[in-house]
């Protein structure tokens, strides 16, 4: 497949890159076609360094140069049967509705998920997982990506998403993660709350994060973790749900000062996720 200059905006073969704009659209054309985007070089080659596979990659001429190895070993391109669409700026833009200024993107096949057991039984190796993440109903992408990048530099084994949590391979999730969401496995939750007991018995602690009377300091957790810790994370506005909290084995609290009660959740994951680190 060679490299296809592209004059028309509205040639039906871009159609997985149209309107990317449109939080609603995506939100449900993504996971329904099997595909996500991928946005900016680095987050392509991250992509592509796990197996991901490409369906295809759109950009600016002047970025086929600096590309082209990825390209190349992507198989797109002149030598490759991945279409490489490239178009002058005025009609990327028409196309996706924002400037393209990070390079590229590229239209790449979702992996399938994995189940829970097998996904925490891979991680360290095979050892199994020590550290989660559970993220309970968070709709904000950029919250997603963020807790992303926090659980890929501060340890965390793996991340499970509740069902009606925000996508994590949404474009901005994608971006704002830079591209470490396919570094961290992850998989979603068939049930909720239900599904944090497959947590329990593989071994593992399950701590919600919440104000609570009977909730206890991340220091005092900090001080004598748990070999197999699960930290839960509630949405943005009313934190975890009762149902979390009462499926949780203990409640913690962030020690807090200024008169402040709590941090954003994508803040509030970092400093836990570094307190209980192994």
């Given at each position: 497949?060679?490299?296809?200059?592209?004059?028309?905006?509205?040639?039906?073969?871009?159609?997985?890159?149209?309107?990317?704009?449109?939080?609603?659209?995506?939100?449900?054309?993504?996971?329904?076609?099997?595909?996500?985007?991928?946005?900016?070089s680095?987050?392509?080659?991250?992509?592509?360094?796990?197996?991901?596979?490409?369906?295809?990659?759109?950009?600016?001429?002047?970025?086929?140069?600096?590309?082209?190895?990825?390209?190349?070993?992507?198989?797109?391109?002149?030598?490759?049967?991945?279409?490489?669409?490239v178009?002058?700026p005025?009609?990327?833009?028409?196309i996706t509705?924002?400037h393209?200024?990070?390079?590229?993107?590229?239209?790449?096949h979702?992996?399938?998920?994995?189940p829970?057991?097998?996904?925490l039984?891979a991680?360290?190796?095979?050892?199994?997982?020590?550290?989660?993440?559970v993220?309970?109903?968070?709709?904000?992408?950029?919250?997603?990506?963020?807790?992303?990048?926090?659980?890929?530099?501060?340890?965390?084994?793996?991340?499970?998403?509740?069902?009606?949590?925000?996508?994590?391979?949404?474009?901005?999730?994608?971006?704002?993660s830079?591209?470490?969401?396919?570094?961290?496995p992850?998989?979603?939750?068939?049930?909720?709350?239900?599904?944090?007991?497959?947590?329990?018995?593989?071994?593992?602690?399950?701590?919600?994060?919440?104000?609570?009377d009977d909730?206890?300091?991340?220091?005092?957790l900090a001080d004598?973790?748990p070999?197999?810790?699960?930290?839960?994370?509630g949405?943005?506005?009313?934190?975890?749900?009762?149902?979390?909290?009462d499926?949780a084995?203990?409640?913690?609290?962030?020690?807090?000062?200024?008169?402040?009660?709590?941090?954003?959740v994508?803040?509030?994951?970092?400093?836990?996720?570094?307190?209980?680190?192994?």
């Open positions: 497949m060679p490299v296809v200059r592209i004059t028309d905006p509205t040639d039906p073969v871009l159609a997985d890159y149209t309107r990317l704009t449109d939080v609603a659209l995506r939100a449900k054309h993504e996971p329904a076609k099997g595909l996500y985007i991928a946005e900016s680095t987050v392509i080659r991250r992509a592509l360094a796990v197996g991901h596979r490409p369906r295809s990659f759109l950009m600016a001429e002047r970025w086929l140069a600096d590309l082209a190895p990825t390209l190349a070993a992507a198989g797109a391109g002149p030598d490759g049967d991945v279409p490489v669409y178009g002058e005025e009609v990327l833009e028409a509705g924002f393209l200024h990070r390079g590229a993107l590229a239209a790449m979702r992996p399938p998920l994995r829970v057991h097998e996904l039984a991680a360290r190796d095979g050892a199994g997982a020590r550290r989660v993440a993220l309970e109903d968070i709709v904000d992408h950029t919250n997603v990506g963020a807790i992303f990048r926090s659980a890929a530099a501060l340890g965390v084994d793996a991340v499970l998403v509740s069902p009606r949590c925000a996508d994590p391979l949404y474009r901005r999730s994608v971006r704002v830079m591209g470490t969401v396919f570094q961290v992850w998989t979603r939750l068939e049930s909720w709350p239900d599904g944090l007991g497959a947590l329990q018995a593989d071994g593992f602690t399950v701590a919600a994060l919440a104000l609570s909730s206890v300091s991340l220091d005092v004598a973790p070999e197999r810790l699960a930290l839960v994370l949405t943005e506005g009313d934190g975890l749900s009762r149902g979390a909290v499926a084995d203990l409640v913690v609290r962030i020690p807090m000062a200024g008169g402040v009660d709590s941090l954003n994508a803040a509030a994951s970092a400093v836990a996720f570094w307190a209980v680190r192994v």
